[in-house]
């Protein structure tokens, strides 16, 4: 089987995330950036999907500037066979022309599963999966945390409210990952060692037109200092008042 998993490169969820002096992005001093952790169970599923077939590639892509090149090496690290880098020097954040972008990329690639995280935990965006997957006129199933594969087949499931919707799509299609999919393997000493050595094939973003524009991003506003109303039970009386007054929650 041939297998794409799309990867981007986001702050560590554990990071102190400040806005950038610009107000429409992150400022990148002091922040560890990883792998997208959906990603993450998009690559391993691609690596089990080619593990049980027996036979395929399996080839990870990003778009981003220079640094995605790091991201794109973690991937070939956990076992992926090559990268593709879209280079793109301005920074933007839309989702179609990403969309755009990655299907342009992939047109003319013969491949049998394409997969995706079920977002990225930066900008939150779940859009690129199913843009792509339409633009390159493959059948999509997105939130997937079982995906079995079989005759040109795919069964995908996915959880709805109080259960799992089961689909079945003719492959070649478009997946995106959700967590519980699979547990992604850590990167062994000697598949870093062998990432060094694996074709990433660079070439420059084909994006089309942004049409969206972010105009700011604000931090959440700051907590407000907590109170300590008493000890014991003596306390309850209190509480509830200021639960009610105040804080008007019950
Ligand atoms: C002109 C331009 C410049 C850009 N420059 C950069 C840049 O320098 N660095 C950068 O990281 N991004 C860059 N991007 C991409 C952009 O920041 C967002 O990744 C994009 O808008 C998707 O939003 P999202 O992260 O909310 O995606 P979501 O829809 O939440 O992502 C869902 C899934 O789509 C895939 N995906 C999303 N973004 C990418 C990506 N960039 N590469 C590979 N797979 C992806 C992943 O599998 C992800 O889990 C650029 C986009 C444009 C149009």
């Known amino acids: 089987m041939n297998i794409v998993a799309c990867v ?13 002096s610009d107000g429409k992005s992150v400022d990148p001093a002091g922040i560890e950036f990883i792998l997208n952790p959906y990603d993450e169970y998009a690559v391993e599923e691609a690596l089990r999907l080619k593990e049980k077939a027996g036979s395929g590639e399996v080839t990870v892509l990003a778009l981003g500037g220079p640094e ?3 991201t794109i090496r973690k991937a070939l690290a956990m076992g992926a066979d090559r990268g593709i880098h879209l280079k793109e020097t301005a920074p933007g954040r839309d989702f179609i022309a990403t969309a755009q972008a990655i299907a342009a990329a992939l047109k003319d690639v013969k491949l049998d599963a394409l997969l995706f995280g079920n977002k990225a935990i930066d900008d939150d965006g779940s859009q690129v999966a199913a843009m792509t997957a339409t633009l390159l006129g493959l059948p999509y199933v997105g939130v997937v ?3 079995e594969v079989a005759d040109g087949k795919a069964t995908a499931h996915r959880p709805i409210e109080g259960g799992a ?3 079945e799509v003719p492959l070649p299609a478009a997946f995106s990952a959700q967590k519980g999919l699979n ?3 850590f990167a062994s000493l000697k598949g870093i060692m062998a990432a060094k050595k694996k074709p990433v094939e660079e070439k420059p973003a084909v994006a089309g037109e942004p049409r ?9 506003p700051p907590r407000a200092a907590g109170k300590i109303v008493g000890t014991g039970k003596e306390a309850v ?11 008007k929650v019950v």
């Open 8 to 20: 981007k490169r986001v702050p560590d969820s554990s990071a102190r995330i400040k806005v950038a």
């Open 68 to 70: 995605s090149a790091e």
């Open 145 to 147: 945390t079982k995906l």
């Open 165 to 167: 919707e089961i689909v």
């Open 183 to 185: 547990e992604p393997r």
């Open 212 to 220: 969206l524009e972010l105009i700011k991003l604000e931090p959440p």
């Open 237 to 247: 009386p209190a509480l509830v008042k200021l639960l009610r007054e105040e804080a």
